[in-house]
């Protein structure tokens, strides 16, 4: 997939709402944002996944995160790598199961208990975008917030002692028109984002003929990631 068609696409995806547009300050955009509410989901496609990292590097450099730390993490299901055990069939050798990834990031709850109980609101909902995010400033350090997320997808930034999440880059790549870090950065199209609430974005029309799951619906905390499993599995 190329990089300009995987812009297009995106451009494509914002719609009405489109970030790029708002700080041209236009009025009628305005409007349409404040009438208009995206819902901006990321669909992590197993098949295309080879556990390469690049996404992770590319999420670091990013949101300029201490070395080695990234909002991802790409923890492999199955299959022996150099020596490792399979996390599925524990052989070290003669493993014969598919090796398979999966990506761990916050899920951005569309109900986020990380929002309700911060006591500051440094865990807040971006207005615009409906996106979770920071606002660093107020973040209190307390970890009510970590220990609230039902995904484990929460942290802290060793160097500024703030909770952090992954906001789909929100403020370092959305917000100058582009996709997300981790996005771009994939070679094999694993990772897809886009507007679900447009019917003629991509990730619409993908969702819509792809079997897609979602990672502990139960919770009721309505997740946007998805996830399109491999089908065929061989473990
Ligand atoms: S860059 Fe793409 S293929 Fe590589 S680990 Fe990340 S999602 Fe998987
Ligand atoms: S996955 Fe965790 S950090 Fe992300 S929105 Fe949900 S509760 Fe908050
Ligand atoms: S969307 Fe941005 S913040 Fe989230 S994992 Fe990808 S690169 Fe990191």
Redesign the pocket.
């Known amino acids: 997939m190329s990089e300009n068609l995987e812009r297009r696409r995106f451009l494509k995806g914002l719609g009405a709402s489109s970030l790029i547009l708002a700080p041209l300050g236009c009025s009628s955009v305005k409007e349409k944002e404040n009438a208009y509410t995206p819902h901006y989901v990321m669909v992590f496609d197993q098949n295309k996944c080879v556990g390469c990292g690049e996404c992770k590097e590319a999420c670091n450099k990013a949101n300029n995160l201490p070395e080695g730390k990234s909002r991802l993490l790409m923890e492999q299901q199955s299959g022996a790598v150099e020596g490792q055990p399979c996390p599925h069939c524990g052989k070290t050798t003669g493993c014969g199961c598919e090796r398979k990834f999966v990506r761990v990031?916050?899920?951005?709850?569309k109900n986020?208990?990380?929002?309700t109980v911060c006591p500051t609101g440094a865990?807040h909902r971006d207005p615009k975008t409906g996106i979770?995010t920071m606002d660093a400033a107020k973040c209190a350090g307390c970890k009510y917030?970590?220990g609230?997320?039902?995904?484990?997808?929460?942290f802290i930034n060793k160097e500024t002692d703030v909770a952090d999440?992954?906001d789909f880059c929100l403020n370092s790549k959305l917000a100058i028109g582009e996709l997300p870090a981790c996005v771009q950065q994939c070679r094999y199209d694993a990772l897809i984002f886009g507007d679900a609430n447009d019917p003629t974005s991509y990730v619409s029309k993908l969702l819509a003929v792809k079997d897609s799951v979602r990672i502990k619906p139960g919770f009721g905390?309505e997740?946007?990631?998805r996830y399109i499993p491999i089908v065929k599995l061989g473990v």
């Open positions: 990031s916050c899920q951005q709850c986020a208990p990380c929002v865990a979770v917030c970590i609230a997320c039902p995904y484990d997808a929460r999440n992954c905390t997740p946007s990631l």
